[in-house]
């Protein structure tokens, strides 16, 4: 026991410190590719951490959002930066200063935190021994998806409609010209054979993979947004790999699965005004096949979100149908009939 | 196609057995019919994506590839560790055309992730042969060893698996 | 055994942090992608190590999720380094490659 | 007969250990970014192809066994795509008549 | 007689109903937000403005709750109690800025009919569903913020409002406008990464979120523990980064003068006022007043810098946006003196609860006033630079001819921004010096009289300008709606005629403070 535990310390202070280098080199380094590539890896060995804290939740939302779609979108935002664009050297002096007084003020900060943080009252204060007491009110297992969606069901709620607002920000980057268009940061002018099969073999076991996540998020780790991640993320392996076009935003469809999640949610609220007696709650004996319908329908409008939300503005069209490349032509003969459906 | 739907639909309700470890969860049939519901999501959108193809497989061949398949990847590891791990390294890079007889689509892209497995090659392009015939452009670790005697010999395994046929799209 | 699984764990994951001085040494971004990518296949194996050892069932779907994303940050690399023009969408069809639909 | 299976998972897992430590060797020696990808793809899927073949024996059979190996199979599509994809990005190819070309 | 009763029944039965009308007033916009974006197009606007005028009425049924009721109304969402649960929670300030927020929006709705129109022949634009859809995220963000009890809920209706603001600024689409909402994109994410870390200090320290449960488990403790300041003084930062006090302003400006002119009003007008109603409910309902004591006067003191520093940059404008952008730099200042002379209220020997009291009044009668007032200016501003053409203050002769009413509109918002007599601002500045004279605090007056001098000065300037060349009116590129005009018109009489109500109708304020900070 003794042993595993010294181990554990051993593998703890050890990624700690590779934590702290991996971040100063990111926010160090001048390119903005290698800068992206360390975001990367930062995201993977955060996850590592949150696994080390039996938040393994947390790890598969890391894993799915910080690492895996951030990562996309960082990495199509790097390209659309003219490489390592050069400093005009008379304003180097200043960013340099300005560097040091940011780095030296984030230092500060840092410090500030860590002696506070050490003061912390010890045990720490938790209400996870109240939110495990009535988990069972609830008819769920896993206590993070009873925060979720029934004691703080609030912020769930909201954080949905915040996912609606991101999205609308998006488009309202797009030129009035191309509006209801389809989404184009996705679109790859010639995918690979590789990278071809690759969304031809991927998504379907991505899909059992996705569903699995929400599906068991009610007594294991896992639910909507993790859930969601990983369905957004075949979404969009298969868009860069052209199998299949963006949907056109101004589809009523596509409107429609991206705020069912939110508005189903309101809705099975609103009516435990009148079952429970609050808005939010949920009737004794309901309240588990509820939360799974709420889940299922906000994994679903997650998904669309987020794959949307890697697919970018909508923009000009640059002719019908889908972009193929040389590679999945064979296969793929009746796309342009079947990607209204996406 | 629905043969090959009820074919891949039972695989991937397989896999959603393995996911929620089969039989351990709080209500068994709700977990099957979620089961059976992402299964035909999954069936669904894996024949989009990559239709069935018509022709025969020959499961004699196919076994005979996947075991030369494992048996070249531990070769490739170990031909790669030794190279790593060797005091002075020992490579001698390049770049070798490679005239392919699979023609485009899914069975030569699972040619190339093949091939990109096995000692010592790395596909990283197609291109024409100097004399016109379409060809993968390989990268190779070691142009000393008989890379395209292997290749080869991998690719008349495939073709001899899946058929000529397979190819007449 | 536990010790022997965290043991090989914490020594995977220090073989593959020692990859990431190529993130540091570059020389190009797609060899500090071959760091990242290390670290993705090192990341499985070590949660894979972990799940076993701390009988935690849900750090195999984690791994299981990784290995799903392992190609991800790569094709989203290359397709961003793949495409000199980004900013401006396709808008000639010509541009289109020329896929031979059958 | 556990404790042979126990010395598999140890001989297993240790061998894996070794090759992920050839592919951090094979990416930080070998000269140029073509050459470390060989390395990497190819020693870190056998790596993992043999900590999943160690830890079989010690998880529940059939199911997490089975896991085991689709985490393999996915590491190893992964493995595979990447290889080319960014071998491909990295140097486009000479389109012909470089190096050997076979008959 | 007979509508009395019916007033006192109605007001009764919104006390009866109160917590329903606290979720009514999160889920209404929320619920018009989904539909409004779903069918999209046309629809938008229709769903926005229908929504308007009910919201409006939960906003006023709320205060009435409140103000009948003599209480604060308090809600547990889901049948949870805090700590593990989530509360909303609306006392007097809560259903002051419930109020004004839905006042503003109901007119700048109106405004913005006109402007935000799907043409005819398409079946949807970007800007009309992005402006209308934005809206209703504003006020959502905005309802969650006056009624939220947990600083996680606080953070993610905070949040709500970021995201919906931000895309206002750059609705235009013009590259400049792009620049500034990114800048306050950075801004508002910066203050959103302090928040949220402090929010975890605060969890750290005490197993809670809910602000109610925090003032109890603070009012015992001594000393502070140096987790809770930390907390304060990041929270705080953050806040002020998101309110945009000096000397973190900078992102202002440019943003609230880029966005189009219904987007600058709310921007103004509300968006920023959030962020300071978090940080008076952080010091004066969470934090005890030993606490909140040493940092009232550097609060108070970043406002006087605000005051001085807007209104000198107000005047070196060239533009009319971005005079009128600067001015809510320096307007956002007087807000802040209100931590020393509520608190120096408190401290008096003879309790001082009535002085405290015309502080805290005196301060939200100015945020309510300025909310007024900079609405309309903003779109009186709009409308002027839209029929011009430009909005350069030097070339505005003539415009006062061309567009009487904008113009007069403009000026009498000018007047309770400048806090002359009879208007808002007006009441709202003299109990402020009132309550600085009562406190021995001279200086916090001096600076109000400063303010009001710059302001007076920038406003006469924008005037002088717009009167001079009536002889020969400019030609207008576009004439403005009347129902445009009459909008902007009963915003600024709106703040005008708050100086006029009886000083009994603002008691509303000040339900639910016995006993926290400053009332003794």
């Known amino acids: 026991m003794s042993m595993s535990m010294s181990l554990g310390l051993v593998a703890d202070s050890f990624l700690a410190l590779l934590i702290l280098g991996l971040a100063v080199w990111t926010i160090a380094v001048r390119g903005t590719y290698a800068a992206v ?17 039996a938040a393994v939740d947390v790890a598969l939302t890391e894993a799915a959002l910080g690492s895996g779609l951030m990562g ?20 180097r002096v200043g960013r340099v200063a300005l560097r040091v007084v940011v780095g030296v003020l984030c230092a500060g900060l840092t410090a500030v935190l860590a002696a506070v943080v050490l003061q912390l009252p010890e ?68 995918p690979g054979a590789a990278l071809v099969l690759l969304a031809q073999l991927l998504p379907p076991v991505g899909i059992l993979v996705g569903i699995h996540l929400f599906w068991t998020g009610a007594n294991h780790p896992g639910g909507a947004f993790q859930g969601g991640a990983v369905l957004a993320a ?64 906000l994994t679903l409008s997650i998904a669309a979100a987020l794959g949307l939300l890697l697919a970018g503005p909508p923009a000009a069209e640059p002719g019908p149908g889908p972009v193929v490349g040389a590679a999945g032509q064979l296969s793929w003969k009746e796309q342009s009939s079947t990607d209204e459906h996406r | 196609m629905t043969a090959s739907a009820l074919v891949r639909g039972t695989a ?51 076994g005979r590839l996947l ?12 031909d790669v560790a030794r190279r790593a791990f060797a005091p002075r390294l020992s490579l001698q890079p390049g770049y070798l055309v490679f005239p392919v007889r699979i023609p485009p689509g899914p069975g030569r892209a699972l040619f190339g992730a093949f091939t990109s497995l096995v000692p010592g090659t790395l596909p990283v392009g197609s291109g024409p042969t100097a004399g016109g015939r379409a060809a993968l452009v390989y990268h190779c670790l070691d142009l000393r060893q008989p890379v395209a005697a292997g290749l080869a010999r991998d690719q008349a395994l495939m073709i001899e698996a899946y058929g000529e046929d397979e190819t007449d799209d | 055994m536990t010790e022997f699984l965290l043991g090989a764990a914490l020594f995977v994951l220090g073989t593959v942090a020692l990859g990431l001085i190529r993130i540091l040494r570059g020389p190009d971004d797609a060899d500090r992608m071959l760091a990242a990518q290390l670290l993705g296949t090192g990341g499985v194996a070590v949660l894979l190590l972990l799940g076993v050892a701390s009988g935690l069932g849900a750090v195999g779907d984690l791994a299981l999720m990784l290995a799903l994303l392992a190609a991800f940050a790569s094709v989203a690399f290359v397709t961003g380094v793949a495409r000199p023009d980004p900013p401006k969408p396709v808008r000639d069809p010509n541009a289109l490659p020329r896929g031979d639909r059958s | 007969m556990s404790l042979a299976l126990s010395l598999f998972t140890i001989v297993c897992v240790s061998l894996g250990a070794v090759f992920f430590l050839a592919g951090t060797l094979g990416l930080l020696r070998f000269p140029d970014t073509l050459t470390r990808l060989h390395a990497l793809t190819k020693a870190d899927n056998l790596g993992l192809g043999l900590v999943v073949l160690g830890l079989l024996p010690q998880v529940d059979w059939p199911l997490g066994a089975l896991k085991l190996i689709a985490v393999w199979l996915l590491a190893l599509l992964a493995g595979a795509t990447v290889g080319q994809v960014l071998g491909s990005a990295v140097r486009p190819p000479p389109v012909s008549g470089a190096g050997e070309s076979t008959p | 007689m007979q509508t009395a009763v019916i007033l006192s029944d109605l007001a009764a039965a919104a006390v009866a109903h109160g917590g329903d009308l606290l979720v009514l007033a999160l889920a209404l916009p929320a619920l018009a937000l989904l539909p409004a974006f779903a069918l999209g197009g046309r629809w938008a606007g229709r769903i926005a403005l229908l929504t308007l005028p009910l919201g409006l009425g939960v906003a006023v049924a709320i205060a009435a709750a409140v103000r009948h009721g003599g209480a604060p109304i308090a809600y547990h969402l889901g049948g949870w109690a805090p700590p593990l649960g989530v509360a909303l929670r609306a006392d007097g300030l809560s259903a002051t800025l419930l109020l004004t927020t839905a006042v503003v929006l109901c007119a700048v709705g109106l405004f913005a009919r006109a402007d935000f129109k799907v043409p005819a022949g398409s079946r949807e634009t970007r800007s009309p569903l992005v402006f209308w859809t934005l809206l209703l995220g504003v006020w959502t963000g905005l309802n969650g913020v006056f009624l939220g009890q947990d600083l996680f809920s606080l953070y993610v209706a905070l949040e709500l409002v970021s995201f919906s603001a931000v895309p206002l600024v750059c609705l235009s689409g013009r590259p400049e406008t792009l620049a500034a909402a990114l800048r306050y994109l950075l801004f508002a994410l910066f203050g959103a990464v302090l928040f949220v870390l402090a929010a975890a200090l605060f969890y750290g320290t005490y197993g809670t979120l809910d602000i109610g449960l925090l003032a109890r488990h603070l009012a015992g403790a001594d000393p502070v523990p140096p987790a809770v300041l930390a907390a304060a003084v990041l929270m705080t930062l953050g806040l002020l980064a998101k309110t945009a006090l000096f000397p973190l302003q900078v992102w202002l400006p440019p943003a609230h003068a880029g966005a189009p002119a219904a987007g600058s009003a709310v921007l103004s007008a509300l968006v920023v006022k959030a962020s300071f109603f978090v940080i008076l409910r952080l010091w004066f309902d969470c934090l005890p007043a030993a606490v909140t004591q040493p940092a009232a006067p550097v609060l108070a003191g970043l406002g006087v810098a605000a005051i001085l520093f807007g209104g000198v940059q107000a005047l070196r404008q060239v533009r009319l946006k971005m005079l009128v952008a600067y001015s809510t730099v ?50 009186a501003a709009g409308l002027i630079a839209a029929a011009l053409g430009h909005d350069r203050i030097r070339e505005l002769g003539g415009s006062a001819r061309a567009l009487p009413l904008t113009v007069f509109a403009f000026a009498l918002a000018g007047l309770s921004l400048a806090g002359l007599q009879p208007s808002g601002g007006y009441v709202a500045k003299s109990l402020l010096t009132a309550a600085a004279e009562a406190t021995g605090q001279w200086w916090w007056a001096l600076a109000l009289q400063a303010g009001g001098v710059l302001t007076g000065a920038y406003l006469l300037w924008v005037l002088f300008n717009a009167l001079a060349g009536f002889r020969a009116p400019p030609t207008l590129l576009k004439r403005p709606r009347r129902y445009q005009e009459l909008a902007v018109l009963a915003l600024a009489l709106g703040a005008l005629v708050l100086g006029l109500v009886p000083a009994s109708s603002f008691e509303l304020v000040t339900v639910g403070r016995a006993g926290l900070v400053g009332f003794p």
């Open chain 2, 12 to 62: 991937f309700f397989g896999c959603w057995l393995l996911l929620t470890h089969f039989g351990t969860g709080a209500d068994l049939a709700a977990d099957l019919l979620v089961g059976l519901a992402s299964a035909a999501a999954a069936t669904w959108v894996s024949l989009r994506l990559l239709p069935s193809a018509p022709g025969r497989v020959r499961y004699g061949a196919l």
């Open chain 1, 72 to 91: 996309l979108l960082l990495l199509r935002a790097a390209a659309c930066l003219p490489r390592d664009a050069a400093v005009p050297a008379s304003g």
């Open chain 5, 330 to 379: 320096a307007q956002i200042g007087y807000l802040f003196l209100v931590f020393p002379l509520a608190l120096g209220a408190a401290a008096l020997p003879a309790g001082g609860a009535a002085q405290a009291a015309g502080a805290l009044t005196g301060g939200m009668l100015q945020l309510v006033s300025h909310a007024l007032a900079k609405a309309a200016m903003f779109m």
């Open chain 2, 67 to 78: 075991w030369r398949f494992l048996w070249q990847s531990i070769v490739a590891g170990i």
């Open chain 1, 123 to 190: 045990p720490a204060p938790s209400l996870a021994a109240a939110a495990a007491q009535v988990l069972p009110t609830t008819g769920l297992g896993n206590p993070v998806t009873g925060v979720l969606i029934a004691y703080r069901a609030i912020d769930t709620l909201l954080e949905a409609v915040v996912l609606v607002l991101a999205l609308i920000g998006l488009w309202s980057l797009a030129a009035d010209g191309a509006w209801g268009g389809r989404p184009g940061a996705l679109r790859t002018r010639e």
């Open chain 1, 234 to 297: 075949m979404w969009a392996i298969v868009l860069v790999a052209g199998l299949a076009a963006a949907p056109r935003v101004d589809g009523r469809r596509l409107r429609l699965v991206l705020v069912v999640g939110p508005a189903l949610f309101f809705a099975i609220g609103l009516a435990g005004i009148w079952w429970a007696d609050a808005f939010l709650g949920y009737p004794a004996d309901w309240a588990k096949p509820l939360i799974l319908v709420i889940e299922a329908a």
């Open chain 1, 37 to 53: 590539v360390g975001f990367v890896a930062y995201g993977l060995l955060v996850a590592l951490v949150w696994v080390r804290l």
